[in-house]
């Protein structure tokens, strides 16, 4: 099932070493068949407040996702992130085909129930 790493990058001080970041993180996320859907347009705000950027990356499937984030190649530059930006980052899986949203409530029943 496709998977996506997406970081909520609140702040970000634009140096040198994000750029150095953003010259050499293409080549890791092509190493696992990734490709960036999201990356350095201003959101379009509906409700709320959403401070920063988007970043939204997608893998066939959570096993490359990890493996790029955990890989000796990412692991190498991602200080140069995390260091000179405020965010979060999280890996996610994607629906199935034909999912929908009332299906949730199927997963949910038992804990909604035992709430009640």
Do not use: C
């Amino acid at each position: 099932m496709t998977a996506y790493a997406v970081a909520h990058l609140r702040s970000v001080d634009y140096g040198d070493a994000i750029a150095e970041y953003l010259t050499k993180i293409d080549d890791t996320v092509r190493a696992f068949d990734g490709r960036f859907l999201v990356h350095g347009t201003d959101p379009h705000v509906l409700e709320g407040e959403w401070p920063g950027h988007l970043v939204l990356i997608e893998f066939p499937d959570l096993e490359r996702a990890r493996g790029w984030y955990d890989s000796p190649e990412y692991q190498e530059i991602l200080p140069l992130r995390t260091e000179n930006s405020d965010g979060s980052a999280i890996l996610v899986e994607g629906t199935a085909p034909g999912y929908r949203a009332a299906g949730y409530l199927d997963k949910i029943s038992g804990r909604v129930n035992s709430e009640s």
